[in-house]
C-alpha cells in the first residue's frame, strides 16, 4: 500500500485525537529509553488489510521504532497466527498502539467481508463492488480493503464518474433528457450510468444511450427480465437489499456488477492484540 501524503496526514490526526497532549498513563509508569520487544497477533480468521498503514502509525510516533511484517495484505490470518514484530522504545509502542490496531482491525474487517462475499459468487460472471457509503475521511483506506478483499470499486467520490440518480432524473426532466445531457457535457472518456427502478425505466436508459445501468431494489425475476430485454447493450449493475442469502441469486441473474454498502458501512471490526514479549 502506497502511504501518500495524505494518508501521513490522517494518521497524524488519528494520533491527535487520541493521545491529545500526551500518553499520559504511560508517562506516569514507563521509565524512558526502556526497550521492549512485541507482536500483533491475529485473534480470529479473516483477511488482513492495512499492515503498512498500522507500521507507519508507529513510525510516525517514533522513527526509531522497527516494524517487521510476517504477512502481506491480502494474507489470510486465522486465531494467534503472527501478523508483525515490533521492536523500540516501549514507551513510543504503548502510544501508538491503539490507533494502529484501530486501522488494522478496521481495514481487516471490511477485507474480510468483501472477501466472504466474493466467494458466493465466483462462480457466476458479476462482480462485487463498493458504494459511497463510506466513514467520512476514510474512503481512501476503506476503497483499498475492498480491493484487498477482492472487490472492485464504484466511484471514488462524485468527481470520478456519472451515475445518474432519481432525484437528477427529476431535476434534469427526465430519464431521455438527463442521459442526452450527461453525453453532451461529460468527457467522452466516463461511463453514463443511470439508475431505474422498473422495467419501463430500463427500456428508457437504454434506449437514451446509457452505458451502465443500476437496477435499484429489483426482485431476481425482475432483473431475470432485465438482462433479457437489454440484450447486452448496456451493463446492468444490481443495487439495494443485498444480503448474502440474495447475493447469488442476484449473480445467477447474469447482471455485470453488484453493488453494496454493507461491505463498508456494516461489517464487523476484525480482532488483533499486541502483546510485549520482552525478548
Not at 65 to 77: H, P, W
Request: with cysteine.
Amino acid at each position: 500500500m502506497f502511504i501518500s501524503p495524505w494518508i501521513k496526514e490522517l494518521i497524524n490526526l488519528a494520533l491527535k485525537e487520541d493521545v491529545g497532549s500526551g500518553d499520559i498513563t504511560t508517562g506516569v509508569t514507563v521509565p524512558p529509553g526502556i526497550i521492549s520487544n512485541a507482536r500483533i497477533i491475529a485473534r480470529e480468521e479473516g483477511i488482513v488489510a492495512g499492515l503498512e498503514l498500522s507500521g507507519q502509525v508507529f513510525m510516525s510516533v517514533d522513527e526509531g521504532i522497527n516494524y517487521k511484517l510476517k504477512l502481506a495484505d491480502g494474507d489470510r490470518v486465522k486465531e494467534d497466527d503472527l501478523v508483525a514484530e515490533i521492536s523500540g522504545e516501549a514507551a513510543s509502542i504503548l502510544t501508538a498502539e491503539r490507533t494502529a490496531l484501530n486501522f488494522l482491525q478496521h481495514m481487516s474487517g471490511i477485507a474480510t467481508i468483501t472477501n466472504e462475499w466474493s466467494q458466493l459468487i465466483k462462480d457466476y460472471k458479476a462482480q462485487l463492488v463498493d458504494t459511497r457509503k463510506t466513514t467520512p475521511g476514510l474512503r481512501h483506506l476503506e476503497k483499498y480493503a475492498v480491493r484487498v478483499g477482492g472487490g472492485r470499486n464504484h466511484r471514488h467520490g462524485l468527481d470520478s464518474g456519472v451515475l445518474i440518480k432519481e432525484n437528477h432524473i427529476v431535476a434534469a426532466g427526465g430519464i431521455r433528457a438527463a442521459v442526452e445531457r450527461a453525453r453532451e457535457k461529460a468527457p467522452i472518456t466516463l461511463r453514463v450510468e443511470i439508475e431505474v427502478t422498473s422495467l419501463e425505466e430500463l427500456e428508457e436508459a437504454i434506449e437514451a444511450g446509457a452505458d451502465l445501468i443500476m437496477l435499484d431494489n429489483m426482485e431476481k425475476s425482475q432483473l431475470e427480465k432485465a438482462v433479457e430485454i437489454n440484450k447486452g447493450r448496456a451493463l446492468l449493475e444490481a443495487s439495494g437489499n443485498i444480503t448474502t442469502n440474495r447475493l447469488p441469486e442476484v449473480a445467477a441473474t447474469g447482471v455485470d456488477f453488484i453493488s453494496c454498502g454493507a461491505l463498508t458501512h456494516s461489517f464487523r471490526a476484525l480482532d488483533f492484540s499486541l502483546l510485549f514479549t520482552n525478548k
